[in-house]
């Protein structure tokens, strides 16, 4: 329950970066924070308290964590960092044309 | 006041969202009670098919391996497009660095930084790390030097050439051991059984290390562009 809780407050919480911020260095974090909220959830979700998955040489182990849901949020978060840092590119591309990161000034520019 | 009120009108709908989503995700079923044959086939016979410790990277560069290849395709792609946007300015700016005693420190700590970016990439299949975590480390060393000796100090050291010649190589590194796979084992990247030596040492699991250090390079090359490019200003402002 407190797993949800925290996935939809930091996802909103993003959510609410991406749409109202006139910034776009903080869409860009809001666009990152709600990423981080599903990694968060898809990670909390599967551990069920029991090893960390990796065999040690020569041991039993117990129950382990579920490896799968951890392999996909690695690619998400490689995803993840090579979108951020292609969208900053072009922020700082915009921000040599334009002089301003602002939306609505952009806008305005535009008019 | 108009922004005030489309401010309030904007929260109070996602307050609404929010609350349907929490009681959509309280009705989820919990993790025990779903059906996880994939999970529970890794878990049982992950280390006798791949040899890898590591589940998490028996599962990355052996079963969906293939799937690695989009993602570090995807890290190509960025970089090509971050160079290709930000090509026009070839000079870097040229800071002086920092004071001479963070100079003589990261002088002394920074074979140590690229000695543990090493040993996390080759013992990706023993221990926890891997490809991408330790080529992420090795790029901090690139911009360690850019921020400490002054980015001309890492252009003259650790030149884009190199870096492309890294990334480029780490990406056929992988390819050529998916058409290997292809050739010994019949499948595209399947792990290649006759590299396999005793499980728990350093040249075992097949495939999997060599993945991983292709995959290193190319990660840690390839942010270290990234970086490089951002940096950059004009040839006017320069000088």
């Given at each position: 329950?407190?797993?949800?809780?925290?996935?939809?407050?930091?996802?909103?919480?993003?959510?609410?970066?991406?749409?109202?911020?006139?910034?776009?260095?903080?869409?860009?974090?809001?666009?990152?924070?709600?990423?981080?909220?599903?990694?968060?959830?898809?990670?909390?979700?599967?551990?069920?308290?029991?090893?960390?998955?990796?065999?040690?040489?020569?041991?039993?182990?117990?129950?382990?964590?579920?490896?799968?849901?951890?392999?996909?949020?690695?690619t998400?978060?490689v995803?993840?960092?090579?979108?951020?840092?292609?969208?900053?590119?072009?922020?700082?591309?915009?921000?040599?044309?334009?002089?301003?990161i602002?939306?609505?000034?952009?806008?305005?520019?535009?008019? | 006041?108009?922004k005030?009120?489309?401010?309030?009108?904007?929260?109070?709908?996602?307050?609404?969202?929010?609350?349907?989503?929490?009681?959509?995700?309280?009705?989820?079923?919990?993790?025990?009670?779903l059906?996880?044959?994939?999970?529970?086939?890794?878990?049982?016979?992950?280390?006798?098919?791949?040899?890898?410790?590591?589940?998490?990277t028996?599962?990355?560069?052996?079963?969906?391996?293939?799937?690695?290849?989009?993602?570090?395709?995807?890290?190509?792609?960025?970089?090509?497009?971050?160079?290709?946007?930000?090509?026009?300015?070839?000079?870097?700016?040229?800071?002086?660095?920092?004071?001479?005693?963070?100079?003589?420190?990261?002088?002394?700590?920074?074979?140590?930084?690229?000695?543990?970016?090493?040993?996390?990439?080759?013992?990706?299949?023993?221990?926890?790390?891997?490809?991408?975590?330790?080529?992420?480390?090795?790029?901090?060393?690139s911009?360690?030097?850019?921020?400490v000796?002054?980015?001309?100090?890492?252009?003259?050291?650790?030149?884009?050439?190199?870096?492309?010649?890294?990334?480029?190589?780490?990406a056929?590194?992988?390819?050529?051991?998916?058409?290997?796979?292809?050739?010994?084992?019949?499948?595209?990247?399947?792990?290649?059984?006759?590299?396999?030596?005793?499980?728990?040492?350093?040249?075992?699991?097949?495939?999997?290390?060599?993945?991983?250090?292709?995959?290193?390079?190319?990660?840690?090359?390839?942010?270290?562009?990234?970086?490089?490019?951002?940096?950059?200003?004009?040839?006017?402002?320069?000088?």
């Amino acid at each position: 329950m407190l797993t949800n809780l925290i996935f939809i407050i930091l996802f909103m919480v993003g959510f609410y970066a991406l749409i109202m911020k006139t910034n776009l260095i903080k869409n860009v974090i809001g666009l990152n924070l709600m990423e981080a909220a599903i990694f968060f959830w898809v990670i909390s979700f599967s551990d069920i308290g029991g090893e960390v998955s990796i065999h040690k040489f020569g041991e039993t182990m117990g129950k382990f964590n579920d490896p799968v849901p951890q392999a996909l949020t690695l690619t998400g978060i490689v995803i993840g960092a090579s979108t951020a840092a292609l969208l900053l590119t072009l922020i700082i591309e915009l921000n040599k044309f334009s002089g301003t990161i602002d939306r609505d000034q952009i806008e305005e520019l535009n008019d | 006041m108009n922004k005030l009120v489309k401010k309030t009108l904007i929260t109070a709908v996602l307050a609404a969202a929010a609350f349907a989503l929490y009681y959509n995700f309280s009705l989820l079923p919990g993790y025990q009670d779903l059906e996880k044959g994939i999970s529970d086939y890794i878990i049982t016979y992950g280390l006798h098919d791949t040899g890898s410790l590591n589940l998490i990277t028996a599962v990355l560069y052996d079963y969906r391996a293939f799937d690695s290849l989009g993602e570090s395709t995807v890290i190509f792609g960025a970089v090509s497009g971050i160079v290709l946007i930000l090509s026009r300015k070839m000079l870097p700016v040229s800071s002086k660095g920092l004071s001479f005693i963070v100079k003589r420190t990261l002088g002394i700590m920074t074979p140590f930084i690229a000695l543990f970016g090493f040993y996390v990439i080759t013992h990706g299949h023993l221990s926890p790390g891997g490809g991408f975590q330790g080529g992420v480390i090795l790029a901090a060393i690139s911009i360690i030097f850019s921020i400490v000796y002054g980015s001309a100090f890492d252009y003259r050291r650790y030149s884009p050439q190199t870096k492309t010649v890294l990334e480029t190589g780490g990406a056929l590194t992988f390819l050529v051991i998916g058409l290997a796979g292809i050739v010994m084992e019949g499948a595209f990247l399947k792990n290649l059984g006759f590299l396999t030596a005793e499980r728990g040492t350093l040249i075992s699991a097949g495939s999997i290390p060599y993945i991983n250090i292709g995959v290193g390079f190319k990660v840690g090359a390839g942010l270290a562009i990234i970086f490089y490019s951002m940096i950059q200003k004009t040839f006017e402002e320069d000088f």
